[in-house]
């Protein structure tokens, strides 16, 4: 099998970079291009009271258990497949299942501080930020969170006014400057797709 190329796709909360991810792998195929979502390692907050677990900020760095992740990606690259957990937004812990993961050409580690860490950085061969304005990112975001994760429209303002677009500016927004391809989050069509496809992969 080619050396697996590990590649962060990075960008605000509803910027469009899950969206993104799949769009790649539809287009490279599922056979070569697979996602690890940062949100999948989310520490566990199982033992916390379900109204403390709504209180804790889920965009600072130290929410994620990113040792576990470097720990991963690490076993992807010398060929062994991995288990990746699962979080469940609803209750803010991990479930109880696990993904099994083979190693694959591509790996994209999607998530909105995937350029934030720079243990993960070492190990990306290309990355890409998805740039989209503050305005369309909260509208996307009220849709999504109350549509799919089960949340009010008043807990949504009140999490991006305290935490969420805070934190996009203090630790989301600079990693900017680490990405190889910057990449407009409003709208694409699959030329550009394979296009970016081909630059993020290019020996």
């Known amino acids: 099998m080619t050396r697996t190329k590990i590649i962060a796709v990075a960008g605000g909360t509803a910027s469009g970079k899950t969206t993104l991810a799949r769009d790649l792998v539809r287009v490279g195929g ?86 934030h860490f720079e243990g993960l950085r070492r190990m990306y061969s290309s990355s890409v930020f998805v740039d989209t304005v503050d305005d369309l990112r909260f509208l996307r975001r009220m849709s999504r969170d109350v549509r799919e994760r089960g949340r009010t429209q008043e807990s949504v303002v009140s999490q991006w006014k305290a935490t969420v677009h805070p934190m996009h500016i203090e630790f989301c927004e600079p990693t900017k400057e680490h990405a190889v391809e910057l990449f407009n989050g409003e709208a694409w069509d699959d030329a550009e797709i394979q296009d970016l496809l081909d630059r993020l992969t290019r020996p």
């Open 30 to 115: 599922a056979e070569r291009v697979q996602i690890i979502p940062l949100d999948a390692y989310y520490r566990c907050h199982a033992h916390l009271a379900p109204e403390e677990r709504a209180q804790c900020n889920y965009d600072h760095p130290d929410a994620f258990e990113i040792e576990l992740l470097e720990q991963h990606l690490a076993m992807l690259l010398a060929g062994e497949s991995v288990h990746v957990p699962e979080y469940d937004f609803s209750t803010h812990s991990r479930a109880a299942i696990t993904h099994p993961t083979a190693p694959s050409e591509v790996i994209l580690v999607e998530g909105i501080l995937a350029l």
